[in-house]
């Protein structure tokens, strides 16, 4: 006859058993090895501008999560559970926090690619992006872009107002009483490499059909931080 433990016995290793599965939830499997094949190019600002290999995600495929985003070809989920998973390689806290999905979109050839802007407390970092790209097998192959390893200690509120900001961009304009005005603006984070991120807003002036600018100013100071020209058709 099966030998079956006293119930008080029963109790108990029912007891252990749901808290070996807590801890294991608390505590997920820790990412294998890298691939032997991989592939790391690093960008000016200590992160990875490309990482590749054949399958990078493969270590991932018998985890629950990942692989029932597979199944429902949700590409954008299946990379925000990669870059957690090699958080320490992209040197990003919280990858779910630190990106906003733009979109996740197929190719011609089978492909799709699951682009990313970077953001601090959903603010944009200005010009960091980055994408995770999946092969006609749905083997997660490439990342690529360039970001900021998580910024950290960014105040992320205003001390000038979007109005007042938008007005000092135009001093120093030359002619900027004949015909330049403001044509659009938003509130980002500066941070370019090799210098502390910041808040800003990005001011963009015209004038006519051709004169256009980028101006990057301090959001705490109004100091013009860099300009861009751009031609504008």
């Known amino acids: 006859m099966p030998c079956v433990p006293p119930a008080p016995l029963r109790s108990a290793l029912l007891v252990v058993a ?7 939830a608390c505590h997920p499997q820790q990412a294998q090895p890298l691939p ?13 501008k ?9 270590d991932m495929e018998a985890l629950g999560a990942y692989k029932s985003a597979r199944q ?9 559970l990669f870059l957690a998973h090699r958080a320490d390689l992209f040197k990003l806290a919280d990858p ?3 990106l906003e ?4 979109l197929g190719d011609g050839l089978g492909h799709h690619h699951a682009k990313f802007q970077q953001v601090v407390d959903g603010v944009p970092v200005w010009r960091k992006t980055l994408s995770v790209h999946f092969d006609p097998e749905d083997r997660l192959y490439r990342v690529d872009g ?10 992320t509120r205003p001390a000038l107002s979007e109005a007042d900001v938008r007005a000092k961009a135009l001093e120093g304009i030359v002619g900027s009483g004949s015909g330049w005005k403001v044509a659009g603006s938003e509130l980002i984070v ?18 006519g059909l051709s004169g256009r600018e980028d101006r990057i100013m301090d959001a705490a100071t109004g100091q013009l931080l860099k300009r861009v020209t751009r031609i504008h058709n």
């Open 18 to 24: 749901g808290l070996l599965m807590a801890i294991s």
């Open 36 to 48: 032997a094949d991989i592939m790391v190019e690093m960008g000016a600002g200590g992160t990875p």
């Open 50 to 58: 490309r990482v590749q290999a054949a399958h990078l995600a493969a």
């Open 72 to 80: 429902n070809e949700n590409y954008g989920e299946m990379a925000y």
């Open 96 to 98: 779910r926090s630190d």
């Open 101 to 104: 999905l733009i979109d996740a």
């Open 146 to 155: 360039d970001y900021r390893a998580t910024p950290l200690g960014v105040e």
């Open 190 to 207: 500066y941070a370019p490499e090799a210098v502390a991120p910041r808040l800003a807003y990005r001011i963009t002036v015209a004038k």
